[in-house]
């Protein structure tokens, strides 16, 4: 049998530097080119023995790391690595800066395809026609094609857009209304006027109170038959409308 070498696959010069940093738990800022370098060698050695296709770029890092060592002991032959001193610039700067940048630029890779993880795990598809699925379970309050589903949506819709318009600090006035009151001046509102209504017009207070009863007095205008509640398409905007034979006797 074959005697056979496996070694880790890394991105580049600078992949596998870090992973000897890492593994040998040397600080980043003050990495000991002597032995750093001395376990980066004996990788690149291994490869070329291998006569890997890929080994050019590790002799290049190789070579800069070896001229790094030596411009490190240059001050000193006697003094030990770990105890020099640069007054000006060291020479393990530049590599350090590329290190941190190349860590940086590995940890949000990580980051991503964990999110891409994540998201391959969702499943979303475009709107349908649902209709089909609803009609004849007896929980419709169907007037102008506009159910009870559609209503709670179009409300759920309008709470989303009031956080969203909601400002940083406000002032609110408390004022009880009944839902009975509500519903005359939704019915005012609507004789007021020669066209149909946006739901969303008859929401201009901010306080969960008003939103809420205004939205009740709706619901029972619908099962009193009292208004028509029409949707154009699918998933569109509602408007309400006043019935014409409440119009002909002037209101309710």
Same mark, same amino acid.
């Given at each position: 049998?074959?005697?056979?070498?496996?070694?880790?696959?890394?991105?580049?010069?600078?992949?596998?530097?870090?992973?000897?940093?890492?593994?040998?738990?040397?600080?980043?800022?003050?990495?000991?080119? +002597?032995?750093?370098?001395?376990?980066?060698?004996?990788?690149?050695?291994?490869?070329?023995?291998?006569?890997?296709?890929?080994?050019?770029?590790?002799?290049?890092? +190789?070579?800069?790391?070896?001229?790094?060592?030596?411009?490190?002991?240059?001050?000193?032959?006697?003094?030990?690595?770990?105890?020099?001193?640069?007054?000006?610039?060291?020479?393990?700067?530049?590599?350090?800066?590329?290190?941190?940048?190349?860590?940086?630029?590995?940890?949000?890779?990580?980051?991503?395809?964990?999110?891409?993880?994540?998201?391959?795990?969702?499943?979303?598809?475009?709107?349908?026609?649902?209709?089909?699925? /609803?009609?004849?379970?007896?929980?419709?309050?169907?007037?102008?094609?506009?159910?009870?589903?559609?209503?709670?949506?179009?409300?759920?819709?309008?709470?989303?857009?009031?956080?969203?318009?909601?400002?940083?600090? /406000?002032?609110?006035?408390?004022?009880?209304?009944?839902?009975?009151?509500?519903?005359?001046?939704?019915?005012?509102?609507?004789?007021?006027?020669?066209?149909?209504?946006?739901?969303?017009?008859?929401?201009?207070?901010?306080?969960?109170?008003?939103?809420?009863? /205004?939205?009740?007095?709706?619901?029972?205008?619908?099962?009193?038959?009292?208004?028509?509640?029409?949707?154009?398409?699918?998933?569109?905007?509602?408007?309400?409308?006043?019935?014409?034979?409440?119009? +002909?006797?002037?209101?309710?």
């Amino acid at each position: 049998m074959e005697y056979q070498v496996k070694l880790e696959k890394f991105e580049g010069p600078l992949d596998l530097l870090l992973h000897l940093i890492n593994r040998l738990e040397i600080d980043i800022y003050d990495i000991p080119m +002597a032995e750093i370098t001395e376990q980066y060698l004996a990788y690149v050695h291994t490869m070329q023995e291998l006569e890997l296709d890929d080994a050019s770029e590790y002799l290049v890092m +190789a070579a800069t790391m070896l001229s790094i060592k030596s411009n490190m002991l240059l001050p000193n032959h006697d003094q030990p690595e770990d105890d020099y001193i640069y007054e000006d610039e060291d020479p393990r700067d530049e590599l350090v800066e590329q290190l941190i940048e190349y860590k940086k630029f590995k940890e949000a890779s990580i980051t991503l395809k964990n999110k891409e993880a994540d998201r391959s795990l969702m499943y979303t598809k475009p709107p349908c026609d649902l209709s089909d699925y /609803t009609r004849g379970t007896g929980n419709e309050l169907s007037l102008g094609d506009v159910t009870l589903a559609d209503m709670l949506g179009a409300y759920h819709k309008l709470i989303r857009r009031k956080k969203l318009q909601k400002p940083l600090q /406000t002032k609110i006035s408390y004022q009880e209304i009944s839902i009975e009151d509500r519903m005359t001046e939704v019915l005012q509102q609507l004789s007021t006027q020669a066209n149909r209504i946006s739901f969303y017009e008859f929401f201009p207070y901010e306080d969960k109170e008003h939103l809420v009863i /205004t939205f009740l007095a709706m619901l029972e205008l619908m099962k009193r038959n009292e208004i028509i509640v029409e949707q154009t398409n699918m998933f569109g905007d509602i408007f309400l409308s006043l019935r014409k034979e409440l119009i +002909a006797i002037g209101g309710r």
